[in-house]
């Protein structure tokens, strides 16, 4: 297995370019210069408020220079509060390459997505040429999200996963998992798999905070689509079998 060096030391096993929008008002034009390219690695992501805000700033850091990260665009309204300077700065740092549109400067929507798709072009070509390393199991971090469960997860994906974690984990991979709200009342289950006996209560702090946040916002992470089964091979068994009890069995037709 391969992947991508990148200048602080970590690995990437992908090498794509990323689209940033800094305002919601540079939504469309940051989605429209990542359309014609959607195939060839290019991604879009992007925070939508418009005044400073310092935890946007770190996440959109971590994420532009992130080791499956190979090029960033940043594309500014121009008069939001985002500091799109000290960013890409940031991220000009790192050895990547990375620009910034100002729609207001460039001069409109229209000259700006053909500049950025101009721009996208021209650093697909530069980090497809990205050396490529050894990468082990061990230089993996894998996340998983939700894939829509039923009411057969938590005796078949779910334990696969975790099998397959445990593979990863032994072999020297890092692996995290999201939706904290759906792990309540596995919490002694998992402090009880804590690698260290300190962390024991704060996983426990953590299913707590999830199960207060619920409370307080009066709703979980539990939709209709996770009861009908709709969203996966599973609904569609349920589908079949229905059908099967609703037609007459041909298998003994009655008599007469």
Known sequence: ????????????????????????CAHHVAREVVFPHREQGVHLLGFPGCYPNAYAHRMLHQLCTHP????????????????????????????RPADVLVIQDTGGTRRTI?????????????????PRVEFGVSDLIVGTVCGGSDATSGITANPAVGRAFDLLV??????????????????QIMAARAARPELAPELIACVDKA???????????????????????????????????????????QAG
């Open 211 to 253: 199960a207060r946040y619920y409370t307080t916002l009066g709703h979980g992470s539990f939709a209709p689509g996770n009861a009908e089964g709709t969203h996966n091979a599973g609904g569609k068994v349920d589908g079949r079998l229905q059908q099967e009890r609703e037609l007459p069995d041909q298998r003994h037709p």
């Open 170 to 187: 032994k072999n020297g991979a890092r692996v995290m998992f999201e939706e904290t709200g759906e792990l309540i009342g596995c919490e």
């Open 1 to 24: 297995m391969t992947g991508y060096l990148r200048t602080d030391g970590r690995k990437g096993i992908r090498n794509v370019a990323v689209v940033v929008y800094l305002v919601e």
């Open 114 to 130: 053909a500049e950025g798709r101009a721009w996208i072009s021209k650093a697909l070509e530069q980090i497809a040429a990205t």
């Open 68 to 95: 499956n990260v190979g090029a960033v665009l940043l594309v500014s309204l121009g008069c939001e509060g985002f500091n799109r300077r000290e960013l890409l700065q940031e991220i000009r740092a790192t050895g």
